[in-house]
């Protein structure tokens, strides 16, 4: 048996809810994509060397929708070979607290809070639609 080094990447991805000051639930932010593939998403990114995957959720969402955040709970690990074109990556999946408006930074060219059933589910990229579906599922 020989040993390759490729591995999947590793990723992390923030269901980041926003409640208001008075701790209202308001929905959860979606980011439009400024690079490849376009379209809405969670909003998150590759976990650094070095670094370990709460502290990239954090860091990945102060960075994309300019937001604090605290993890609330672990949504779950999706590995799918298919489920970024562009190479295997696995991500882990946060539900993630916030306050604030979310602004666009980084790789989002916008970022918004959608109601949860305002979610437009067929315009999300990679598994987010799965991923969310799975969320919502476990909300009711």
Known sequence: MSFTPHT?????????EIYSSSNEFEGI?????????LGLALPGGFVDVGECVEDAVVREMQEEISLDVRIQKLQGVYSDPSRDKRFHTASVVYVCLACGIPHGADDAKEAHVYRLDEIPL???????????????GNKS
């Open 29 to 37: 932010v979606l980011i439009q994509r400024k690079n490849e593939p």
């Open 122 to 136: 067929d315009k999300l990229v990679f598994d987010h639609k799965k991923i969310l579906q799975d969320y919502l």
């Open 8 to 16: 999947p990447y590793l990723a992390t991805d923030g269901i980041v």
